[in-house]
């Protein structure tokens, strides 16, 4: 018994000092975006106690319902971009010439911080000089696009680095998961007559959905309090065109100075992001994870 409680102990020893981190860096901001939401302040002066005036405000403003619809359009862009990440890592899990040097060239946009590939994509879209529209002139397009200045077409330039940043992440943690699986496995469905297809469909997919769940959750709610690259190439415009929620809760706290309203904005997108991770997971959920 005595030595039960010395291990939990050192045990609790172990684990106070991340415990304490976690609360100082985590815990204790979201309680006090919570209280400052519920307050008129501008940053620097007194604060007002205005109860759920902000939240009023915010079930009325048209550009935070825009914000957030374009929030949810860059998670479902995500989503359905995790397809392609996975059949990238099945080709590359199997035997394939060259798979290691293409694991390291997609692990490239990990490398970089979100302002160069921001600059580099500003530089890719550039209305006169910028290499897509070049490319496009050289084919006979002679109306080519301002990637980043049309309101109708921004938003989707936005989201195509987006998804080539966190290209490398995704196939990493797909490629892993599909080199986990026991070989025995394949080896028996090969020899019971089962062709690539089945192979990836019928075993391999099934035997990695635990993963694939993950990264469906980090993909939405990544995209949900997406706001770096978004801020460095259009900063959220034309027009609100590329708003984002947190770009939107950025403009309001730092640029307009209501950081009342600006926590108010930031709680509701923590609140969105528990609410789309908890419908996640119920409609995903197996029977397996029930009975567990």
Known sequence: ?????????????????????IVILVYIPII?????????????GERTFIA???????LKDNMFWKSVY???????FSVFSLGGYLVVSLILAGKVKGANILRKIYLIPMLLSSVAIAQLWLRIYHPSNGMLNQLLSFLGVEDTPNWLADPSIV?????????????????????????????????AAIIDGANPWQLAYKIKLPLIAGVIKVTVVLAVVGSLK??????????????GASEVIASYMYQKAFRSFNFGYGSAIAFS?????????????????TEEEVQY
Not at 70 to 76: E, G, I, K, Q, R
Not at 269 to 283: M, P
Request: with cysteine; aromatic share 16%; hydrophobic share 55%.
């Open 269 to 285: 997108l923590l609140i969105l992001c528990i609410a789309a991770t908890w419908l996640i997971r119920k409609l995903t959920h």
């Open 32 to 44: 006090m975006t919570g209280y400052y939401s519920l307050m008129k302040w501008d940053g620097i």
């Open 155 to 187: 938003l989707y330039s936005v989201f195509i680095p987006i998804i080539w940043q966190y290209a490398g992440f995704y196939i990493l943690i797909y490629y892993a998961a599909l080199k986990n699986i026991p070989s025995s496995i394949i080896e």
């Open 52 to 58: 759920l005036d902000n939240y009023r405000q915010l």
């Open 226 to 239: 997406y706001f770096d690259l978004i801020y460095v190439m259009t900063g959220g415009g034309p027009d």
């Open 70 to 76: 374009h929030s949810f359009l860059l998670a479902v």
């Open 1 to 21: 018994m005595d030595k039960v409680m010395s291990d939990k102990r050192v045990i609790a020893l172990y684990v106070l000092p991340a415990l304490l981190l």
